[in-house]
C-alpha cells in the first residue's frame, strides 16, 4: 500500500487543522491505521490509531481529547482532525498502516508502511 498523506501548514496556537492520508490499494480494510509525529531532535511518537472498520480508536494522552482520528473506507483516507494546536505539536506528522491485529501496541517497528510526511508548525 502507498500513503500519501497531506493537510499540514503554519496556524496559530488554538487553531485547528485537518490531516488526511489517502491510500493507494485495493484493500484498504485489510490495515489498521495510525498517525505518529517527529518533533525536531525528538524520535517519532504515537499520535493515534484506529483499526480497520473505524470503531477501535485510541489516542497519546498528549492529544487526547484535542484530536480524532478516523477513516472513510469508502475514500481510502485516514484523518487526523487535530483542535486547540499548541506549539508543542509541532511536528512532522506521518500515516502509516499495518496488518497486525489492532492492539498490538505503539511502537513505530509494527508499522510497515508510512507516508512521505506532513508539516504541522504551530506559532504561539
Known amino acids: 500500500v502507498q500513503l500519501q498523506a497531506s493537510g499540514g501548514g503554519l496556524v496559530q496556537a488554538g487553531d485547528s487543522l485537518r490531516l488526511s492520508c489517502i491510500a493507494s490499494?485495493?484493500?484498504?480494510?485489510?490495515?489498521?491505521m495510525a498517525w505518529f509525529r517527529r518533533a525536531p531532535g525528538k524520535a517519532r511518537e504515537f499520535v493515534a490509531d484506529v483499526n480497520w472498520n473505524g470503531d477501535r480508536t485510541a489516542h497519546a494522552d498528549t492529544v487526547r481529547g484535542r484530536f480524532t482520528i478516523s477513516r472513510d473506507n469508502a475514500k481510502n483516507t485516514l484523518y487526523l482532525q487535530m483542535n486547540v494546536l499548541k506549539p508543542e505539536d509541532t511536528a512532522v506528522y506521518y500515516c502509516a498502516a499495518t496488518t497486525l491485529m489492532y492492539g498490538q501496541g505503539t511502537s513505530p517497528g509494527n508499522y510497515g508502511y508510512w507516508g512521505q510526511g506532513t508539516q504541522v508548525t504551530v506559532s504561539s
Open positions: 490499494t485495493d484493500s484498504f480494510t485489510l490495515y489498521n
